[in-house]
């Protein structure tokens, strides 16, 4: 592999540059923002089967190599590592290519559209020794920060619940023409779990948090959208998932842990929501209201929840003032500078990208809703 002029400077190639490839351009043609980041990074090259969203990609100066062939990018020298972002049912042939051809790997989520291909994929990994990471940013966000730097404390007591959402609502519009993300073929049968379902899972599995047993349930409402041609199309995945699941902590068994994932939520556009209630201390953010977080304190009989104001608290130091707001492009630029600083071993205990461990535990959690939806009744998570 040639080396680059500077030996600093990771050169990443996306293979599809649609909504989430061009969101990486964006935190890459702003790394300069990022104050304390020893790592630098460009956008070389990209791979999309469209020429329009390729074209998109010229206007960015770093990029030298467009390819509707994503082997082409494979086969560049001058790419070190790899951020894919494309249909689910792609995932497991496109990831282990890009093992195979010896780049380090940034992968969407879910990380294969079903757990058997999940596996398939960990043991690629394994058998390749490449650095991978599952993208998941909200974790990046302070409030989340926060959250789990609250919920590792040991200020919460006896846990008495935990809920970790992802709720959408641009689909309770019936209107809205059918995409793959709404079809099983592509995005799996998992459906929306597929869609959001790592972002909810990210932080209950960093702190150890998987569920042992879990009651799902499933929803679907709306089953055929407009194919865009003027007829309809079947619309056959989840829209709506609640995950029931049941904790071991210690000396606590079964505390009750819902991870909600849903398309259909009335009125919310990306809300991301986490909280952990405790007997003695609890805590409470939701990107609804991204700058506020909720900490709860018991003291006697005195029980308060405090609102505080959170500024720009994002892992890594930026330009941007303190006293200012975190949006989804930040906290995507986070996320890429931890995955950079951790394959280049500098993390220095900062919060890391999920493990394709927790991505595969994701999907064993996800099968066992699948199972217990099926079956009428609470299966253990295998
Ligand atoms: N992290 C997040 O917040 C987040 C948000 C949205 C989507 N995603 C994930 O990102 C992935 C992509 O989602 P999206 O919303 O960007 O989808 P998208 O439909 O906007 O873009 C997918 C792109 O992949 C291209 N493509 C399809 N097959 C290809 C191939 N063989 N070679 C090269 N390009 C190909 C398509 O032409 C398209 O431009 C999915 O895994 C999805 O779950 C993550």
Redesign the pocket.
């Known amino acids: 592999m040639s080396t680059s002029p500077d030996s600093q400077c990771v050169r990443v190639g996306v ?7 061009k969101e990486a351009a964006s935190a890459f043609g702003r790394w300069f923002a990022l104050l304390d980041v020893p790592v630098r990074a460009e956008l070389v090259a990209v ?4 020429e329009p ?1 390729l074209d998109w990609f010229r206007q960015v100066p770093t990029v030298r190599h467009l390819s509707t062939d ?1 082997h082409q990018i494979l086969a560049d020298p001058d790419v070190d590592v790899i951020y894919c ?4 049912h ?2 497991e042939k ?1 990831y282990c290519d890009i093992l195979d051809a010896g780049k380090d790997l940034l992968a ?3 990380f294969g559209i079903d757990l058997a291909s999940a596996r398939r994929i960990v043991d690629k990994i394994a058998a390749t020794g490449r650095f991978v990471r599952c ?3 909200f974790p990046f966000l302070p409030g989340a920060q926060r959250v789990i730097a609250e919920a590792s404390s040991g200020r919460l007591g006896r846990i008495i619940e935990i809920v970790s959402a992802f709720h959408h609502s641009s689909d309770l519009n019936p209107d809205k023409p059918i995409n ?1 993300k709404r079809q099983v073929k592509y995005c799996g049968e998992i459906g929306v779990m ?2 959001l379902g790592m972002h909810v899972a990210h932080i209950p599995l960093r702190l150890g948090w998987k569920p042992r047993r879990v009651f799902a349930q499933l929803s679907q409402i709306w089953s055929q959208r407009p194919d865009g041609h003027g007829g309809m199309a079947d619309c056959d995945t989840w829209d709506n998932a609640l995950i029931h699941g049941e904790l071991d902590l210690g000396d606590q068994t079964g505390i009750p842990m819902r991870w909600e994932t849903k398309r259909l939520s009335p009125g919310a556009t990306n809300t991301w929501f986490v909280e952990v209630l405790g007997t003695e201390g609890g805590v409470r953010y939701s990107t609804a209201e991204p700058k506020t977080l909720w900490t709860f304190r018991r003291n006697g009989n005195t029980q308060t929840w405090t609102r505080e104001d959170l500024g720009f608290g994002t892992p890594y130091k930026t330009i941007t003032g303190g006293i200012f707001e975190v949006g989804f492009p930040d906290v995507l630029q986070q996320m890429w500078a931890a995955f950079l600083c951790e394959r280049a071993d500098a993390l220095e205990g900062r919060f890391g990208c999920a493990t394709p461990e927790e991505a595969l535990a994701s999907h064993q959690v996800f099968d066992a809703a699948l199972r217990s939806h099926k079956e009428g009744r609470a299966v253990e998570v295998n």
């Open positions: 293979i599809g540059g649609g909504l989430m490839g791979a999309d089967l469209s969203a994503y972002a494309i249909p689910h792609l995932h496109v969407e989520k879910p993208s998941s940013e793959w597929g869609d």
